[in-house]
């Protein structure tokens, strides 16, 4: 990714440079950086409330509450994965933070679950299924209460910035029943062929 986006930059100032729009691109970048100062500061309130409420209902214990109510969909869907293990716990975490919109709260539980899962794989260099499966469930997740997503409509100026709630839920939720079932597909066709090869 680090090589995709440098490349992305050496081809910009190249074609800038070329072109003889040098100026236009050096304005772009300060409006930039300004904008997105502006806008980071704008929505680091918000952000600080809900990962502050995140860190109090797992310190008060509502975390392992939530843990256990989604622990029988998880186990469903994770069948190799043991309910009461650490993987699960920070799964359940991860999904948790993700219903409430907030993706920058949900990642460090998400990379937690993938370093369980990885561990519970047998450390092998290759993922196994429930970490793709995972992948695909953090990536179309479900947002009852999209709270980045308002903050950012807020902040440009949005009247009502959750009036988008019922089309979020549509499609997070469609997004996240077809992600499942492909993954879920893939994996049972890639069982099947590597049990026939075997």
């Given at each position: 990714?680090?090589?995709?986006?440098?490349?992305?930059?050496?081809?910009?100032?190249?074609?800038a440079?070329?072109?003889?729009?040098?100026?236009?691109?050096?304005?772009?970048?300060?409006?930039?950086?300004?904008e997105?100062?502006?806008?980071?500061?704008?929505?680091?309130?918000?952000?600080?409330?809900?990962?502050?409420?995140?860190?109090?209902?797992?310190?008060?214990?509502?975390?392992?509450?939530?843990?256990?109510?989604?622990?029988?969909?998880?186990?469903?869907?994770?069948?190799?994965v043991?309910?009461?293990?650490?993987?699960?716990?920070?799964?359940?975490?991860?999904?948790?933070?993700?219903?409430?919109?907030?993706?920058?709260?949900?990642?460090?539980?998400?990379?937690?679950?993938?370093?369980?899962?990885?561990?519970?794989?047998?450390?092998?260099?290759?993922?196994?299924?429930?970490?793709?499966?995972?992948?695909?469930?953090?990536?179309?997740?479900?947002?009852?209460?999209?709270?980045?997503?308002?903050?950012?409509?807020?902040?440009?100026?949005?009247?009502?910035?959750?009036?988008?709630?019922?089309?979020?839920?549509?499609?997070?939720?469609?997004?996240?029943?077809?992600?499942?079932?492909?993954?879920?597909?893939?994996s049972?066709?890639?069982g099947?062929?590597?049990?026939?090869?075997?």
């Amino acid at each position: 990714m680090n090589y995709i986006w440098a490349g992305m930059m050496i081809i910009s100032l190249l074609c800038a440079l070329l072109t003889g729009r040098g100026e236009v691109l050096s304005a772009g970048l300060v409006e930039g950086a300004g904008e997105s100062v502006e806008l980071l500061l704008s929505i680091l309130g918000i952000m600080c409330f809900w990962s502050g409420m995140m860190e109090i209902g797992r310190r008060s214990g509502l975390t392992d509450m939530l843990a256990r109510l989604f622990s029988p969909i998880l186990s469903l869907l994770f069948p190799k994965v043991p309910r009461d293990s650490t993987a699960m716990k920070y799964m359940s975490l991860n999904i948790s933070a993700n219903l409430l919109g907030l993706g920058s709260a949900a990642t460090p539980f998400g990379l937690k679950a993938i370093k369980e899962l990885h561990r519970l794989g047998g450390e092998r260099d290759e993922a196994t299924d429930s970490m793709l499966l995972f992948v695909v469930m953090n990536t179309a997740s479900i947002q009852l209460f999209p709270t980045t997503l308002g903050a950012y409509r807020a902040t440009y100026g949005s009247e009502a910035p959750f009036d988008i709630l019922p089309s979020v839920w549509v499609s997070s939720l469609a997004a996240l029943m077809v992600g499942v079932t492909v993954a879920k597909v893939f994996s049972c066709a890639c069982g099947h062929q590597s049990r026939l090869r075997g």
